[in-house]
């Protein structure tokens, strides 16, 4: 499943409402020139849905002027992605394609199931 990188039904953002989802943006510069950089920062959170980020999903630079990913993190089940970004106007997201969803293997407790019903 891919991700429509405009829907923002399912987040929460911050900032400019015009940036791609699992995306983010940066205008102060990269580190080495400020000492207390104020990097945008992306989280996707999968927890729950059954659903993943594809683990071939690399992550980046996708435009701007001295401008790199930092301090990325995917969880061990995958269900959580995070990383930042600096630049001089610069953006990180994904960089080998859009976002695609796969199935986790993420299982829940007997107690928590619920039973489907189908009614005719």
């Known amino acids: ?5 405009t829907d923002y039904t399912f987040t929460s953002v ?9 995306e983010t943006a940066d205008c102060n510069g990269e580190q080495f020139w400020d000492h207390c950089p104020h990097f945008g920062h992306a989280m996707i959170d999968t927890k729950g849905t ?4 594809d683990p071939t999903v690399v992550f980046g630079k996708v435009w701007g002027f001295e401008t790199r990913a930092t301090d990325f993190l995917r969880s061990a089940d995958g269900s959580e992605i995070s990383f930042s970004c600096a630049g001089w106007c610069g953006g ?17 407790s007997a107690t928590d199931a619920q039973p489907i ?4």
């Open 1 to 5: 499943m891919v991700v429509n990188g």
């Open 14 to 22: 911050t900032g400019s409402p015009t940036i791609k989802y699992g």
């Open 50 to 53: 059954g659903l993943i980020v």
């Open 92 to 108: 990180c997201g994904p960089v080998s394609g859009p976002i695609k969803l796969v199935h986790s293997v993420e299982f829940i």
């Open 117 to 120: 019903v189908c009614h005719k």
